[in-house]
Structures are given as C-alpha cells and as structure tokens.
C-alpha cells in the first residue's frame, strides 16, 4: 500500500519511543493518525506538533472493551482505517523467581494481550474494505529470549507467531501484514528499571535511533514486506539461533558476555 494523503492509521502506544516516530514519520506524509496511549497529555503534545489533523484517544490496551472503542472512535472520526499497528508493549527486567505475579500479568496484558485486543478489533475495519495493513511490534527476544528477561521474551514470542500464522490467513483478503523485530533502540521503554538492567544490555541513549527504524517500518509497509529486523544484528542473531541454540549462545557470550547465557551445555 502507498502511504500518504488520505490514509488513516492507528498506532497503540504512540506517546513515546517507536510509536511516536513512526506517528511523526507518518505524519510527514501526510497520514491521519489515530495516537493510542493510556495518557492523553503526552499525545496531545505530538498531535500539536505534528502536521495535519489529527485524533487523540485515550487507550489502554490490555482492557478489551477499551481498545474496541478507541478504534470504533477513530473509525468514526477519520471515515476508516488503512493502516493498524500494534506497537504498545512494556518490560520488567529480573530473575523469574524473583518478580511478583502483578508484573508478570502486567507484560502479559499489555504485550500479548494487547495485540490481541488491538488486532481483534481492527481487522475486521480492514477485511470489509479488502484492503489495508497490520503491523505488529514485537522484539528481537521474540527470536531469542534473554534470561532475566523470561516473560517478555514470551510475549514477544507470542506476538511472533500470531503475526506469521495470521499473515499467511490473510492471503488472498487484500490486507497484509508485517512483523517488526527491533534491538535495542533509544526509547525510554527502560527508563524505570535503570537500576536494575541486565549486564547484557546495551541499549540506552547510544541505541539505534527510533527514527531509522520508523523509516524501515514505513518502507515495509508499502512493499508488504514479511518482517523488519533492525539493527540488522537482530536478523543474524535469529537465524544463528533457528540454526542452532548452542551455537547462538556463544554468539551471545562472545559480544554480550556470559550473563547474556550463562548455562553451558
């Protein structure tokens, strides 16, 4: 599909990190947008700065009947939707052992959960038109998870393979889809567990900019292109690991050290 002038899309978690500069990408060409996110002030601050008209709707994805009326909103609002991403997501970063049920249920909600509301109510707007485009944000430890990082590893997991499954469903429908794998980019999804990252992490403010993604995203939109992994590190970590887990776990070690997989067998 070709965006610009007269597409409408509808981003979940659009207030900060990659959904913002998607919002701003997109919006550089002329995109109504739909900006999602449980607070409306941040939101309403992109919308003022971005160009055009734009709908601010409060949202909080891991509440199904929430999500269906943010969408029904835009709907109304913008007369359709072209262009429906699932980008919401959060982590807490720790032992399995050591996190409380609240935080588990908490990633749970937002990250796969959300998908599913989000996708769930926004397909059908595209399915009756024959025409449009989904992209689910998921992560690179969608490919390989990361200790300390369990639950968010499977929800990311989760995300990966509804996205492939419902691609290949979507055959034929005129609406494709597009998974999206980022590293670590310069978002501040981190900012409240600062005191506590993994040693394997490498993200903060030197991480790959949110920008450059946005414009690979946009890119595999318009081509309905199967994924986006970015940095490109990502694709290579993914396919060393589909080939063989022991050899991605030196891989891991090599560059990240031994806290990245610190069981050897």
Same mark, same amino acid.
């Given at each position: =599909? @070709?965006? +610009? !002038? +007269? !597409? %409408?899309?509808?981003i979940t978690g659009a207030s900060r990190g990659i $959904? %913002?500069?998607l919002a701003v990408a997109l919006a550089d060409r002329g995109v109504t947008l739909g900006l999602a996110a449980r607070? !409306?002030? *941040? /939101?309403q601050e992109l919308a003022d700065s971005l160009p055009g008209e734009h709908h601010v709707l409060r949202c909080d994805v891991a509440d199904e009947e929430s999500v269906r009326d943010a969408i029904s909103a835009f709907v109304a609002a913008a007369g359709g939707l072209d262009l429906l991403v699932a980008n919401a997501g959060l982590t807490h970063? $720790? #032992?399995f052992r050591a996190q409380s =049920? *609240?935080?588990? %249920?908490q990633m749970t909600d937002v990250n796969w959960y959300g998908t599913l509301f989000t996708v769930h109510a926004g397909l #059908? @707007?595209? /399915?009756?038109?024959?025409g449009g485009h989904v992209v689910i944000v998921s992560s690179g430890a969608g490919l390989r998870s990361f200790p300390w990082a369990a639950v968010y590893g499977a929800t990311k997991a989760a995300q990966r393979m509804f996205g492939e499954a419902l691609r290949h469903e979507l055959s034929g429908t005129g609406v494709g889809l597009t998974m999206v794998y980022p590293g670590e980019i310069a978002t501040t999804l981190h900012d409240h567990e600062k005191d %506590?990252? #993994?040693?394997w992490y490498r993200g903060g403010p030197a991480a790959a900019p949110p920008e450059a993604l946005a414009a690979k995203v946009i890119a595999a939109i318009e081509k309905d292109a199967r994924a986006v992994h970015f940095p490109p590190l990502v694709r290579i970590l993914g396919a @060393?690991? +589909? /080939?063989?887990p022991q050899l991605s776990d030196r891989f891991l070690r090599a560059l990240r050290g031994g806290g990245a997989a610190p069981r050897v067998d």
């Open positions: =599909m @070709v965006l +610009g !002038t +007269g !597409t %409408r899309a509808f $959904g %913002r500069s607070s !409306t002030d *941040e /939101l970063y $720790g #032992p =049920m *609240e935080q588990l %249920r #059908p @707007v595209l /399915l009756d038109q024959a %506590r990252m #993994p040693d @060393v690991h +589909g /080939l063989s």
